[in-house]
């Protein structure tokens, strides 16, 4: 027989508001309400003191990819750090550590410590094993030339038709490949054993729950950018148990096919029907690519550079297929992060069943005619609340190239949630830090967090658009029963019923000074009353 719980001496998060104690039984929460009470309830409950802490439920991440996040912390590992020569030193360890590894790969890279956001072949030209790395934002590689050589790519290889191959001025590809120019050598790097995926993901569900992430979505669960499908490794640690946490995988929608992809999907979404912690019912659609490389599908021309960016699928087929996979129960997951993608994404959700529960990620740009239409259709935004800052990539790569309008047009927050706009929120990681309280600072104080590698960026304390911050009840709803309620998950809310996935975060960040909310840490994680860190 389990051992009732009571969490007491601090104060819970619930969607009424605050309560003083909660009463855990047989995984499930059994009450809320004064202490006394629930003692009456349960004598020999076994007390958990918060310490002045807040209980929350346990946080769901909406957009993230843990499995690659998992291989690279295995890997050439460089987001952690920061510049040019921090990178070199890492390389330079990394491949002194495995002189038997036959390429140097991994990645993490910053695009801002470069000049113009590109790194260059010759920089990691005196190693002499081929070197592939892909940029923390994961649209871009940065390779040596001994790679280029291996794929045999020269100054005559054409650019594919959803990506970009750098180039000198003569011509000669200058070692960073964009979008999907990246598969010509990422899919010539040794690919990782099911074992070494299977420990990737747990190694990243132990990371996720020491930041009290008790479930997520994944965003991509298929084969992009050099990454191999994580299908079979989901659905195998869900079925021995190892998966512990709520999981939705977002099956890749290759945008070189059609429609006649569908039935496929339809296949892989049956191979995990009846596990208990894994389900693949969401499609992912990458609309567009990021602002940093002139890849988001803008509406006017970028400033000093021209083009309008990219839409990988063809908007008018877009609607089409939209419209057969939400007859087929498919939740859609866009990522969009120009105003063109985000508005074409909207014109395909438009008729969709609101209870598939759509959603779109990114939303760096939306137009002030858009904002209302994501309440209006039922769909949610995804937000990734920590890009909402002056950081190198925004003020030196996105503003002076976006210009002043369309500039204030990014991460319109307040905006959707005046319109009555949904919210789910995540992090992207390993694309940026998992931590949610991260995240939760930013969209409050629309400033970097302390101890982030660009807090100390010039304009990183100036906050952006502050116009658009939302309050923390808003946002931590966000990353609770908003994003569980996006994955049809019944956890997410603390009240009577729902199963106890729960966090203790060491101090209450509805106490303290706005500015210092990045300071507050998870101290212990509970999935269905069971502990699972602290």
């Given at each position: 027989?389990?051992?009732?719980i009571?969490?007491?001496?601090?104060?819970?998060?619930?969607?009424g508001?605050?309560?003083?104690?909660v009463?855990?039984?047989?995984?499930?929460?059994?009450a809320?309400?004064p202490?006394?009470?629930?003692?009456?309830?349960?004598?020999?409950?076994?007390p958990v003191?918060?310490?002045?802490?807040?209980?929350?439920?346990?946080?769901?991440?909406?957009?993230?990819?843990?499995?690659q996040?998992?291989?690279?912390?295995?890997?050439c590992?460089?987001?952690?750090i920061?510049?040019?020569?921090?990178?070199?030193?890492?390389?330079?360890d990394?491949?002194?550590?495995?002189?038997?590894?036959?390429?140097?790969?991994g990645g993490?890279?910053?695009?801002?410590?470069?000049?113009?956001?590109?790194?260059h072949?010759?920089?990691?030209?005196?190693l002499?094993?081929?070197?592939?790395?892909?940029?923390?934002?994961?649209?871009?590689?940065w390779?040596?030339?001994?790679?280029?050589?291996?794929?045999?790519?020269?100054?005559?290889?054409?650019?594919?038709?959803?990506g970009?191959?750098e180039?000198?001025?003569?011509?000669?590809p200058s070692?960073?490949?964009?979008e999907?120019a990246?598969?010509?050598?990422?899919?010539?790097t040794?690919?990782?054993?099911?074992?070494d995926?299977?420990?990737?993901?747990?190694?990243?569900?132990?990371?996720?729950?020491?930041?009290?992430i008790t479930?997520?979505?994944?965003?991509?669960?298929?084969?992009?950018?050099?990454?191999?499908?994580?299908?079979?490794t989901?659905?195998?640690?869900?079925?021995?148990?190892r998966?512990?946490?709520?999981?939705?995988?977002?099956?890749?929608?290759?945008?070189?096919?059609?429609?006649?992809?569908?039935?496929?999907?339809v296949?892989?979404?049956?191979?995990?029907?009846g596990?208990?912690?894994?389900?693949?019912?969401?499609?992912?659609?990458m609309?567009?690519?990021?602002?940093?490389?002139?890849?988001?599908?803008v509406?006017?021309?970028?400033?000093?550079?021209?083009?309008?960016?990219?839409?990988?699928?063809?908007?008018?087929?877009?609607?089409?297929y939209?419209?057969?996979?939400?007859?087929?129960?498919?939740?859609?997951?866009?990522?969009?992060?120009?105003?063109?993608?985000?508005?074409?994404?909207?014109?395909?959700?438009?008729?969709?069943?609101?209870?598939?529960?759509?959603?779109?990620?990114h939303?760096?740009?939306i137009?002030?005619?858009?904002?209302?239409?994501?309440?209006?259709?039922?769909?949610?935004?995804?937000?990734?609340?920590?890009?909402?800052?002056?950081?190198?990539?925004?003020?030196?790569?996105?503003?002076?190239?976006l210009?002043?309008?369309?500039?204030s047009?990014?991460?319109?927050?307040?905006?959707?949630?005046?319109?009555?706009?949904?919210?789910?929120?995540?992090?992207?990681?390993?694309?940026?830090?998992?931590?949610?309280?991260?995240?939760?600072?930013?969209?409050?104080?629309?400033?970097?967090?302390?101890?982030?590698?660009?807090a100390?960026?010039?304009?990183?304390q100036?906050?952006?658009?502050p116009?658009?911050?939302?309050?923390?009840?808003?946002?931590?709803t966000?990353?609770?029963?908003?994003?569980?309620?996006?994955?049809?998950?019944?956890?997410?809310?603390?009240?009577e019923?729902?199963p106890?996935?729960?966090?203790?975060?060491?101090?209450?960040?509805?106490?303290?000074?706005p500015?210092?909310?990045?300071?507050?840490?998870?101290?212990?994680?509970?999935?269905?009353?069971?502990?699972?860190?602290?």
């Open positions: 027989m389990s051992i009732d009571i969490f007491r001496g601090g104060r819970a998060f619930t969607p508001g605050f309560a003083e104690a009463l855990v039984r047989d995984g499930r929460i059994a809320t309400g202490e006394a009470d629930l003692v009456r309830l349960s004598p020999k409950a076994e003191d918060l310490g002045g802490g807040l209980l929350t439920p346990g946080f769901t991440d909406a957009h993230i990819h843990p499995v996040a998992g291989l690279e912390r295995a890997k590992e460089l987001s952690e920061y510049g040019l020569d921090a990178y070199i030193g890492k390389i330079v990394y491949a002194a550590k495995f002189p038997d590894k036959e390429w140097i790969d993490g890279w910053d695009m801002s410590a470069f000049p113009g956001g590109l790194p072949r010759s920089q990691i030209d005196f002499d094993r081929p070197v592939y790395l892909i940029q923390r934002d994961h649209h871009a590689a390779v040596n030339t001994r790679a280029l050589e291996i794929a045999g790519i020269t100054k005559d290889t054409p650019d594919p038709a959803d970009r191959i180039r000198d001025a003569d011509g000669t070692g960073v490949l964009h999907g990246m598969d010509l050598v990422g899919l010539l040794p690919r990782p054993t099911a074992a995926a299977d420990a990737a993901l747990l190694d990243a569900q132990a990371h996720l729950f020491s930041l009290g479930g997520w979505q994944d965003a991509i669960v298929g084969s992009y950018a050099g990454s191999d499908d994580n299908l079979s989901y659905i195998g640690a869900a079925a021995s148990g998966l512990k946490a709520r999981v939705v995988g977002a099956l890749w929608w290759e945008r070189t096919r059609g429609a006649e992809q569908i039935a496929d999907l296949d892989r979404r049956a191979k995990a029907e596990l208990d912690r894994f389900r693949a019912s969401a499609v992912k659609i609309q567009d690519g990021i602002a940093e490389n002139f890849t988001a599908a509406i006017e021309p970028y400033c000093r550079c021209g083009g309008t960016g990219l839409s990988y699928v063809d908007p008018e087929l877009l609607k089409g939209v419209r057969e996979l939400d007859s087929l129960g498919f939740q859609v997951h866009f990522h969009a992060i120009g105003e063109r993608a985000v508005r074409e994404a909207l014109d395909a959700l438009s008729g969709t069943d609101p209870e598939n529960r759509h959603h779109v990620a939303l760096q740009i137009t002030p005619q858009d904002v209302p239409r994501f309440a209006a259709l039922g769909v949610t935004a995804n937000l990734q609340p920590l890009w909402a800052t002056h950081h190198a990539q925004m003020d030196e790569l996105c503003i002076p190239f210009g002043d309008e369309r500039s047009w990014q991460y319109p927050f307040a905006d959707l949630v005046r319109h009555g706009t949904r919210l789910a929120a995540g992090s992207d990681w390993p694309v940026s830090s998992a931590d949610p309280i991260q995240g939760m600072h930013v969209a409050v104080n629309r400033t970097e967090p302390g101890g982030s590698v660009h100390s960026y010039p304009t990183a100036t906050p952006f658009l116009g658009q911050s939302i309050d923390l009840r808003t946002v931590m966000a990353y609770t029963a908003g994003s569980a309620w996006l994955n049809g998950s019944p956890a997410g809310v603390i009240e019923g729902r106890a996935d729960l966090v203790v975060l060491d101090r209450d960040p509805f106490t303290i000074e500015a210092d909310i990045w300071t507050t840490r998870a101290t212990m994680t509970f999935v269905d009353g069971e502990q699972v860190y602290g």
